[in-house]
């Protein structure tokens, strides 16, 4: 979420936490990324409930503060304290990297795709887990609302029930049934159970069918009982689905997972209640089951590969939360299946943004971290993945959920190389820089996909073997300078030196960049893009944080670079960036510094070469009084022969007329999911 500068308890303290960004919010409630003032490092997902509340609100948050301080296990999102201070009512919980189970269906459904059957079992098994653990915690404990935006999958595959705002007590729990009626019953209307619509009390068979539908959801992609081109997801239409219309037969929509699968969900979404599994524990053995099924025929379904066609966001993909940023994926048109695309942390589940939703209703908060998603990948678990820091409210009382944020997360799935970056607003420009980066702004920015690294000899090369691009010049060029220092640079033009294959291309002009791109069907990053796939939208200075450069993140002009240039006879290169030596007296291969990585994992995006943006320069960012310049580009992320750490700074302009060239100017290419 964006940060909202008009927000009074931005910079505040509260329950020893400073709270440092506004992640969510619904009704009365609030979500801050908190930052504890006694360690500095210690982060938080701090719920704030405003002194403007209802007695309903603040009711809730006791109870669910009350419920949460005595739940402890694995799959439940993990409470550390509850409090009034200042006339707020304020709970602290964890922050957790991942995504939500709503996210990774719109992933793989935005995708054109299915998610693996192997992992959504894995998903629910876990999720059954926690919710069984409730059940049998004391007099029993039914969730009311548990649906794919309350299951949050982390990035080591673990996965967390969420919001306990309605959560309670059995006994209370059927006390309150017999107190409300028709839709203002707790709970969400497109996974009611029928005895709620029908005006009866919940058991743990209850949450065996929300289970159930959640399940079925996650397996096909839709819910089912949605009806494309009709209002079947209006109240009226619910409760007449839920109450009268059988569940669509699993394996009609899915011919590929097993009988024994459907026969689960069936049970688990019978009508009659007494005709389910009596509990959680009973649905996750039955499930346990099937999972040994299918490994027993030690060939997983695969998941079917539908109708390609690019776009790519959050999912997932956040500036970190927790130290780190994250963001969705559309599929590419391939000749043949690909594999899923790859989770905003890598091949793992990396910490990483994603410009995404946040679920929002009345107590439970909960992050999600910022990363890209970048090429397809084989793990199961790696799914197309939405967007930015996502905090989780939990939701409310009311029928239906309350969704509030930026961009309802995507999935497209960027080229092999590239890394997508999802939709987000961030604060672009810097405070303490030149004049040509003021004022700071905020930015809107749609998803789109970018080189992991800058363009190489080698894929130049390729280019030009085709036709489309020009030769690589090994000559430098720009006026107003002597023909003895255009020399020196010369020497430093990749495209004619041995083993530099693996270097960026470099002494190319813009009109070189951009024909490079759009032979590949793509374009040059907006300088907008650039900035903020370099530093995400936690405001930070360089791509990797606010640490100083150092030789592990960047290849620029340290005491190795010194050395080159005197031993030339440039007397100009005194001060090295770093007092270590890099390794890499010019230019370095691509890739070789992963410490230096942007919170998408975009890799060189400080140093190495100067790289050519799509924009013309404009003396500033004031749109009153910044002047454009149409025979100007924008070149960003400083190079090898940079010394002052200014030149590599996310934020950091640079600007030349489009037919310059030099060895320290290279590119990467962009496209639009």
Not at 595 to 624: I, R
Request: include cysteine; hydrophobic fraction near 35%.
């Amino acid at each position: 979420m964006t940060r909202k500068s008009n927000d009074p308890l931005l910079g505040a303290v509260l329950v020893g936490f400073v709270l440092r960004e506004s992640l969510g919010s619904g009704g009365s409630a609030f979500v801050y990324l908190g930052v504890s003032t006694t360690t500095q490092t210690l982060k938080r997902a701090i719920k704030v409930i405003r002194k403007e509340r209802t007695d309903t609100f603040t009711h809730r948050f006791i109870e669910e503060a009350r419920l949460l301080s005595r739940l402890d296990h694995p799959n439940i999102v993990r409470f550390f304290h509850a409090s009034e201070d200042q006339g707020y009512l304020v709970m602290v919980l964890e922050l957790l990297e991942g995504q939500t189970l709503r996210v990774y269906i719109q992933g793989w459904r935005e995708a054109g795709q299915l998610p693996p059957v192997d992992t959504v079992l894995e998903i629910l098994v876990q999720a059954s887990d926690g919710v069984a653990y409730a059940h049998a915690f004391e007099k029993g404990v039914v969730h009311r609302d548990i649906k794919p935006e309350n299951l949050f999958v982390m990035r080591d595959h673990k996965t967390k029930v969420l919001d306990f705002g309605i959560a309670r007590a059995l006994d209370d729990a059927q006390r309150e049934a017999s107190t409300t009626t028709g839709f203002s019953r707790p709970g969400t209307s497109r996974y009611l159970p029928p005895e709620l619509w029908d005006g009866k009390r919940p058991t743990f068979q209850s949450d065996v069918y929300l289970l159930g539908i959640t399940l079925f959801e996650a397996l096909t992609g839709r819910h089912p009982f949605e009806q494309p081109g009709e209002p079947w997801d209006t109240d009226a239409a619910l409760m007449k689905a839920h109450l009268l219309t059988p569940i669509p037969s699993l394996r009609s929509l899915r011919a590929d997972l097993p009988e024994a699968l459907e026969k689960v969900i069936a049970r688990a979404t019978a009508k009659d209640p007494p005709a389910r599994y009596p509990s959680a524990t009973e649905f996750g053995r039955a499930l346990r089951a099937v999972q040994k099924e299918l490994a027993a025929s030690n060939e997983p379904p695969p998941s079917p590969e539908l109708d390609p066609s690019p776009r790519a966001e959050e999912s997932e993909s956040t500036k970190a939360i927790t130290d780190f940023p994250v963001r969705t994926i559309r599929i590419e048109e391939v000749a043949e299946p690909q594999s899923p695309p790859r989770s905003p942390w890598g091949a793992h589940w990396r910490k990483g943004v994603a410009s995404g939703v946040v679920a929002v209703g009345v107590v439970t908060a909960i992050v999600w971290p910022r990363k890209p998603v970048e090429k397809p990948h084989t793990d199961s678990m790696n799914v197309p993945s939405a967007t930015a820091s996502i905090a989780f409210v939990a939701p409310s009382a009311s029928v239906g959920p309350v969704v509030m944020a930026s961009a309802t997360p995507q999935l497209s799935a960027c080229p092999a190389g590239m890394v997508f970056i999802p939709k987000d607003t961030f604060k672009m420009g810097s405070d303490d820089g030149d004049v040509d980066e003021k004022p700071v702004h905020d930015e809107t920015v749609e998803a789109f996909c970018i080189d992991k690294t800058e363009a190489t000899v080698e894929a130049y090369a390729a280019c030009v073997k085709t036709d489309k691009c020009k030769a690589a010049p090994t000559t430098a060029q720009w006026e107003g300078s002597s023909a003895q220092y255009v020399a020196l640079w010369n020497q430093f033009c990749n495209a004619n030196r041995a083993g530099r294959e693996k270097h960026p291309i470099n002494c190319i002009d813009w009109n070189m960049a951009d024909a490079y791109c759009k032979a590949n069907g793509n374009r040059l990053p907006t300088e907008t893009e650039w900035e903020y796939a370099a530093r995400g939208s936690d405001g930070r200075k360089y791509p990797w944080g606010n640490e100083p450069p150092d030789k592990t993140r960047l290849n620029a002009c340290g005491p190795e670079c010194v050395t080159m240039m005197k031993s030339k006879g440039q007397t100009a290169w005194t001060t090295p960036m770093y007092k270590e030596d890099d390794g890499f007296s010019d230019t370095a291969p691509v890739g070789q510094f992963a410490a230096g990585k942007s919170p998408y994992e975009v890799l060189d995006m400080a140093g190495n070469v100067w790289e050519w943006t799509d924009s013309p320069y404009t003396t500033n960012y004031d749109p009153k009084n910044g002047k454009q310049n149409n025979n100007l580009r924008v070149l960003r992320g400083g190079s090898w022969s940079n010394g002052s750490a200014s030149f590599v700074r996310a934020a950091g302009r640079f600007r030349y007329a489009p037919t310059y060239r030099n060895s320290n100017f290279g590119f990467r290419c962009a496209r639009t999911p």
